[in-house]
């Protein structure tokens, strides 16, 4: 269906997905670790853009190492296609803050890929690509 002929059930589902991804970037702000529990899928895996990727287990190691310190992370851009108990999600991500001593502040394009699972969803994989600096 074109975006404009979606349903009602299929519009609450893409806010509800829209809702999560925002979710997931903001847990960043305060190191969320409930959150990002809750919100990754048990089998979850990132691709950073190094090409280095990590399972839930370690990402949630990564977070609460206490390493990476966030002033700002946001997404933006969204594009949400939904496929039964499936949501693919392209958009961009923004963030600046502190890994160790080393500053960051970049953007990225990202996909998401989430799943509905006992009613709620949950990001089952990640991958973004850096968007050079212009």
Request: glycine share 8%; net charge neutral.
């Amino acid at each position: 269906k074109a975006p404009d002929m979606a349903s009602g059930k299929e519009c609450d589902e893409r806010f509800a997905v829209a809702k999560a991804e925002r979710a997931q970037a903001e847990a960043n702000l305060g190191i969320d670790l409930t959150c990002f529990d809750r919100l990754l899928h048990k089998d979850y895996a990132i691709i950073q853009p190094g090409g280095v990727t990590r399972d839930k287990a370690e990402t949630l190691a990564s977070l609460r190492s206490g390493t990476r310190h966030w002033d700002r992370a946001s997404v933006d851009q969204l594009d949400i296609r939904l496929f039964d108990a499936t949501a693919v999600v392209t958009g961009r991500w923004c963030g600046s803050g502190r890994n160790g001593a080393a500053p960051f502040d970049y953007q990225a394009r990202f996909l998401s890929v989430w799943v509905k699972e006992d009613g709620r969803w949950q990001n089952v994989a990640y991958q973004s690509t850096d968007i050079p600096a212009g």
